[in-house]
Antibody, heavy 118, light 109 residues
């Protein structure tokens, strides 16, 4: 079955960077895009950006431009998101999601908790 | 900055019908916003219910339906079941990116 499996929880100090992985299985990785979304405690989900698994094209939310990047390794069928210059406001659960045609988003990864604390 | 608005909370009786809506600060929501609806239960990843306004997945119960209503995207639940109690988020495509609504906490009581 189609699955997205994310890396484990992270605890980071303010100013550090975090890199979260999202390994895909059960479908042709290079055919679809993967999006990253985060949800801080008590907040609505927030779209961060996407990468196309095939050509590597990316699109980022303006909010994260400059300190956020998404990459992929097609041989490992894995997408990565890296967020730099972390602050406590980046504490959230980070999800990866596959996008199919007609804006169909499924499945979601299980989520990765990132805690930023001194 | 576009803001997507949902009812913060709704309560429905088992067997009843309820409609959740999703509006945009930019104006009328149309099919060009590709409205999506997700169900989120505690301890689980969100799950897609509806995509591109009205389309269901194979796993979407028949009692869920999506539409456009009064300038907003809408999710209607008919014959509500206790297991439908959850947080529901809409997602719209706007300004080249995707924006989530604030979520509706649906209580079945």
């Amino acid at each position: 079955q189609v699955q997205l499996v994310q890396s484990g929880a992270e605890v980071k100090k303010p100013g550090a960077s975090v890199k979260v992985s999202c390994q895909a299985s059960g479908y042709i990785f290079t055919s679809y895009a993967i999006h990253w979304v985060r949800q801080a405690p008590g907040q609505r989900p927030e779209w961060m950006g996407w990468i196309h698994g095939g050509n590597g094209d990316t699109k980022y939310s303006e909010k994260f431009q400059g300190r956020f990047s998404i990459t992929r390794d097609t041989s490992a069928t894995t997408a990565y998101m890296e967020l730099r210059s972390l602050t406590s406001e980046d504490t959230a659960v980070y999800y990866c999601i596959r996008q199919l045609p007609f804006s169909w988003f499924d499945p979601w990864g299980q989520g990765t908790l990132v805690i930023v604390s001194s | 900055q576009t803001v997507v608005t949902q009812e913060p909370s709704l309560t429905v009786s088992p067997g009843g019908t309820v409609t959740l809506t999703c509006g945009s600060s930019t104006g009328e929501v149309t099919s060009s916003y590709y409205p999506n609806w997700f169900q989120h239960k505690p301890g689980q990843a969100p799950r897609s219910l509806i995509y591109s306004t009205t389309n269901k997945h194979s796993w979407t119960p028949a009692r869920f339906s999506g539409s456009l209503l009064g300038g907003k995207a809408a999710l209607t639940l008919s014959s509500v079941q206790p297991e439908d109690e959850a947080e529901y988020y809409c997602l719209l495509f706007s300004g080249g990116g995707w924006i989530f609504g604030g979520g509706t906490n649906l209580t079945v009581l």
